[in-house]
C-alpha cells in the first residue's frame, strides 16, 4: 500500500526558494519511480520531475537549472529543491509513485510565489 503525504509548500517572493518533501508511509516507495507534478489554476497538471528507483532524473524544461527532484530511500522521502522561483511556477504540486502495480497520489501542497 502506498500512501503519499507532501509538505513544504507556501507563499514567497520571485527569486526565493523552497523545498517540498512527500513521504510514502507504505512499504513499496525503494522500487517507485517518484514524480512530482504541479497543477495552475485554470490549467492541465503537468509534469515538472521524475526520479527513478535508482536515482536517474529528469526534469522539465521549464524548471531545468532552477528545480532538483532528489529521495531519499531510508527515509521514504522525495524532495523537490526549488530555487528561483518565479511567479509562473505558483500551483499545487502533487507527488507521485508509479510501478507496474500502482499509480498513487499525495494530496498536493500549494506553492505561491509573487512578483
Known amino acids: 500500500q502506498v500512501q503519499l503525504v507532501e509538505s513544504g509548500g507556501g507563499l514567497v517572493q520571485a527569486g526565493e526558494s523552497l523545498r517540498l518533501s512527500c513521504t510514502d508511509s507504505g512499504t513499496g516507495f525503494s522500487i517507485s519511480a517518484m514524480s512530482w507534478y504541479r497543477q495552475a489554476p485554470g490549467k492541465q497538471r503537468e509534469l515538472v520531475a521524475t526520479i527513478t528507483g535508482g536515482g536517474t532524473a529528469n526534469s522539465a524544461g521549464s524548471v531545468k537549472g532552477r528545480f532538483t527532484i532528489s529521495r531519499d530511500n531510508s527515509k521514504n522521502t522525495v524532495y523537490l529543491q526549488m530555487n528561483s522561483l518565479k511567479p509562473e511556477d505558483t500551483g499545487v504540486y502533487y507527488c507521485?509513485?508509479?510501478?507496474?502495480?500502482?499509480?498513487?497520489w499525495g494530496q498536493g501542497t500549494q506553492v505561491t510565489v509573487s512578483s
Open positions: 507521485n509513485a508509479l510501478t507496474d502495480f500502482w499509480d498513487a
